[in-house]
């Protein structure tokens, strides 16, 4: 009987618990949600990963909660003794690296190696903070590994694989050699940790990086107008000849709702293009307003109903992620931002998102968890709102939460 099904993508986290299943040799199903969405939000509609269902409908989301897990159902006594402590002391110190690995490292790299990569907009601050924030956990773990063999024990642990995952993937996406050369200690720890059966073949160390990836501002686009190319008509058919071919014509039904308010005279494309290529407060954002129209679109202000169920940031970042990733099919009629404001454990989701005409459900009920969240019509005639939404799409002032100011440490585009 299969012991359950994991559900992983190619993002950081997925990989130890893959890992995992294989060394263990544990009869679990392992699904890549990129390629399997549609089961893996039936079971997990927040969309967090990774996430594992067990034979009885057991849920587990959380790496560390998977991790353990995992081990415990091998029921090895022995290789639960190595990865997880042998001791309530080694039990404490694995878990607390873990932890400081998890919500620390593991949730400072995503942001500013997405803006490198051009998945978010760029924005320098936010960059340089959360790669500062990566750069002093490297520190900290370079510090240990200076005086100790390994992170928490005197064994390979799961601090050690989970660490050793995301310094694989960091390596392959971000981070070249000269990075690698300023922390030693961790350098030589790695090459013990790579090599442990449960590592052994997860990474191609032959993808790491040479050269530790720049940001680079992308090409303006050429002021200078294209021709287009013009083809000649063919000859004309006779006029009767023509109408027999022609096929009895059918009334199209409209792939989307939105459709049925026809096409807008504003450029939405073209403001998608504007927004990523141009500097957001002083080039993009006069340029939208210029060209808005009020009468063919309309903004809402969007917020998550429970932000008090809300934990670590990165969470909130996924939580956002999967959201729009749910609103695939009305994106060519939207465009907005969600944040995470605050801190772990005290922080919230709100976004202001542009959509075709005056209604927000055609455009959002195509998400599954569109009912939770709160949808408030802004008026771009009044000032405030105005600078709300503005602030949404820079990115740069901190959001005004019940009148107080909350910094932003993360969010999402929706383009």
């Not at 549609?38 to 034979?55: C, D, T």
């Not at 109903?305 to 060519?332: A, H, I, P, W």
Request: with cysteine; aromatic share 12%.
């Amino acid at each position: 009987m299969s012991q359950g099904t994991l559900y992983v993508n190619s993002l950081a986290r997925g990989y130890l618990p893959s890992a995992l299943v294989k060394y263990l040799g544990l009869d679990i199903e392992i699904v890549d949600t990129e390629k399997d969405q549609e089961s893996f939000l039936k079971q997990f509609p927040l969309g967090k990963i990774p996430a594992f269902v067990g034979p009885e409908g057991f849920k587990l989301t959380e790496v560390m909660a998977i991790a353990y897990y995992l081990v415990n159902l091998k029921g090895d006594e022995n290789i639960k003794k190595v990865l997880c402590g042998a001791t309530l002391e080694e039990e404490a110190q694995i878990m607390r690296s873990l932890s400081f690995t998890n919500s620390e490292l593991a949730v400072a790299f995503p942001t500013f190696a997405l803006m490198l990569l051009g998945k978010l907009p760029y924005n320098k601050k936010i960059c340089d903070e959360k790669r500062a924030a990566f750069d002093a956990c490297m520190d900290v773990f370079e510090q240990r590994l200076s005086e100790y063999t390994y992170l928490a024990t005197e064994e390979v642990s799961l601090a050690d694989l989970f660490l050793g995952t995301l310094y694989a993937f960091s390596s392959i996406l971000i981070f070249g050699a000269e990075y690698r050369a300023k922390y030693p200690a961790i350098a030589r720890w790695f090459k013990t940790v790579i090599a442990h059966p449960a590592l052994a073949g997860v990474f191609d160390l032959s993808k790491f990086r040479k050269d530790t990836l720049q940001y680079v501002a992308p090409k303006k686009e050429s002021k200078k107008e294209t021709k287009k190319e013009t083809k000649k008509p063919a000859a004309e058919k006779p006029k009767a000849a023509a109408e027999a071919e022609k096929p009895a014509e059918q009334p199209k039904k409209p792939k989307h709702p939105l459709e049925l308010l026809g096409k807008a005279t504003f450029p939405l494309d073209d403001w998608k293009r504007k927004y990523s290529n141009e500097d957001t407060r002083p080039v993009a954002l006069p340029w939208f307003w210029e060209h808005y129209n009020p009468e063919e679109y309309s903004i809402w202000r969007v917020d998550f109903k429970y932000n008090d169920e809300l934990t670590l940031c990165f969470m909130s970042n996924n939580q956002v992620g999967g959201f729009m990733e749910r609103l695939t099919g009305s994106v060519k009629y939207m465009f907005g931002c969600m944040v995470v404001y605050g801190e772990d454990r005290n922080n919230g989701i709100v976004g202001a998102i542009m959509l075709r005409g005056q209604d927000y459900a055609p455009a959002f009920e195509v998400a599954p968890d569109w009912t939770s969240y709160d949808y408030a019509k802004l008026d771009t005639s009044n000032e405030e709102d105005k600078e709300f939404i503005n602030n949404m799409w820079a990115w740069d002032k901190p959001v005004v939460i019940n009148g107080e100011p909350r910094e932003i440490s993360d969010g999402k585009v929706l383009k």
